[in-house]
């Protein structure tokens, strides 16, 4: 898997998933596709997500917000985009088997040596869900899958990854046929490499809304897979996100 420079000036510079050659056509369309307002705009903030279908797939896509002019430079020379830096977590992410949507490819545009635009392209998730609806329509789902967040954040922080922007809308979740919980996680550009002891293992979890009982949940699956004491990841937890300002428990 390597990266694929187009023009003698490197214009664009897309890197594909292993199985993924067929989409480099596709890829390398999504700027006028966006432009032309192609697909089911799904999110439209700093950043847009737009749904597009293609050759009867499903794909979503992520256009990342034009950076300043001294970023631009910064993006076109030292540093890489955030769409590069999703797609390579996404990646990081499967090899432990943390579940997060497909990785397609990324998509870099640049004029001259300035960085302009990128783009991230995953398979659309198979997951209905998001964390957020713990607190309004499935609350009867709220132990089963906060026991998986968890477990799953254990898993990141045992493999020295934490997630920055670890928060409501970023886990998405659904069940299998068996009625076993499954999440994904979404909006990797900030991940932490290094190691994560108890108490930045327990802060990392501050942003995620939770009652008592559902930081009792988490303390149990986290320290039960960390070796950790499941009394001291409770206390942890419910600190931290006491302290976060604005927010109350539950709140999101």
């Not at 004029?111 to 783009?119: E, P, R």
């Amino acid at each position: 898997m390597k990266e694929t420079h187009f023009s003698l000036c490197h214009t664009s510079v897309m890197q594909l998933a292993e199985g993924c050659d067929d989409l480099q056509g596709f890829v390398a369309s999504l700027p006028a596709r966006f432009e032309q307002s192609e697909g089911k705009l799904i999110h439209d903030g700093r950043n847009k997500l737009r749904e597009i279908s293609y050759k009867a797939n499903d794909y979503v896509v992520k256009s990342y917000k034009k950076p300043n002019p001294v970023n631009r430079l910064v993006y076109g020379l030292l540093r890489p985009s955030k769409a590069k830096r999703s797609f390579c977590n996404a990646l990081l992410l499967k090899q432990i088997s943390v579940g997060t949507p497909d990785p397609v490819g990324y998509l870099n545009v640049r004029n001259g040596l300035l960085f302009t635009q990128s783009f991230l392209i995953t398979r659309k998730s198979v997951c209905r869900y998001r964390y957020d609806q713990l607190f309004d329509t499935h609350t009867e789902m709220q132990e089963a899958v906060t026991r998986e967040v968890g477990r799953i954040t254990a898993v990141l922080h045992e493999n020295n990854l934490s997630h920055l922007d670890y928060g409501r809308g970023n886990i998405l979740f659904d069940f299998d046929k068996q009625g076993n919980v499954f999440l994904e996680l979404v909006d990797l550009n900030r991940m932490r490499h290094g190691t994560v002891d108890i108490k930045a293992g327990c802060k990392n979890l501050e942003r995620l809304p939770a009652t008592a009982q559902m930081h009792r949940w988490l303390a149990q699956e986290y320290a039960l897979a960390r070796d950790f004491d499941e009394e001291e990841c409770y206390r942890l937890m419910r600190a931290y996100r006491s302290v976060q300002p604005g927010l109350i428990e539950g709140e999101f």
